[in-house]
Antibody, heavy 122, light 107 residues
Framework: QVKLVESGGGLVQPGRSLRLSCEASGFTFSSYAMHWVRQAPGRGLEWITS????????FYADSVKGRFTISRDNSKNTVSLQMNSLRVEDTAVYYC???????????????WGQGTLVAVSS | DIQMTQSPSSLSASVGDRVTITCRASQSISDYLNWYQQKPGRAPKLLIY???SLQSGVPSRFSGSASGTDFTLTISSLQPEDFATYYC?????????FGGGTKVEIK
């Protein structure tokens, strides 16, 4: 069965960087697009970025564009989120999620990880 | 960016009730509308994709419909395990925005 496990969350000061990883198993990782979605405490879901199966297509929300970078290593079944210049408002649970399409042509999220908490505070 | 307006933001219902949740897009999104269920402390779960398609393993009491830029999630007979928060999401074009959520509570 599909399994997605996020790691790398923690407490970080404003302006610093953090790198999240999501390890996938149970499916042919290299064939599917992947996404990151976040949820601030007590708030709704916010889509933040997507990456096609081969890394050729990337999409970002305006709230993270220029600060966050999504990447993948298909040899390690891993998708990563490099987060730079972190702000207090980036505090959230970060979920990675699988897309059933290759080039994000569907865009919906059919499997999710359990999430990892990022807290940005001085 | 496409805005998704979800209503109501919360509702109270009893087991066995028929429940409808609505999502309105700020512009045409064809049928690129999906519904998710989230329970406290858990990751969201896909229920409906492309407006009307039921995700594998999801009970048939859940259904989706569309009319122009208005989309509806219907639970035909609410069960105890259905008390949760529901979100719509458009995937017509990036950014793939979510609605604000509807919390379904026990009456």
């Amino acid at each position: 069965q599909v399994k997605l496990v996020e790691s790398g969350g923690g407490l970080v000061q404003p302006g610093r960087s953090l790198r999240l990883s999501c390890e996938a198993s149970g499916f042919t990782f290299s064939s599917y697009a992947m996404h990151w979605v976040r949820q601030a405490p007590g708030r709704g879901l916010e889509w933040i970025t997507s990456l096609s199966y081969d890394g050729s297509h990337k999409f970002y929300a305006d709230s993270v564009k220029g600060r966050f970078t999504i990447s993948r290593d298909n040899s390690k079944n891993t998708v990563s989120l490099q987060m730079n210049s972190l702000r207090v408002e980036d505090t959230a649970v970060y979920y990675c999620a699988k897309d059933p399409s290759r080039l994000v042509e569907y865009g919906f999220l059919d499997s999710w990880g359990q999430g990892t908490l990022v807290a940005v505070s001085s | 960016d496409i805005q998704m307006t979800q209503s109501p933001s919360s509702l109270s219902a009893s087991v066995g009730d028929r429940v409808t949740i609505t999502c309105r897009a700020s512009q045409s999104i064809s049928d690129y509308l999906n519904w998710y269920q989230q329970k406290p402390g858990r990751a969201p779960k896909l229920l409906i994709y492309t407006a009307t398609s039921l995700q594998s393993g999801v009970p048939s009491r859940f259904s989706g419909s569309a009319s122009g830029t208005d989309f509806t999630l219907t639970i035909s007979s609410l069960q105890p395990e259905d008390f949760a928060t529901y979100y719509c999401q458009q995937t017509d074009s990036a950014p793939f925005t979510f609605g604000g959520g509807t919390k379904v509570e026990i009456k």
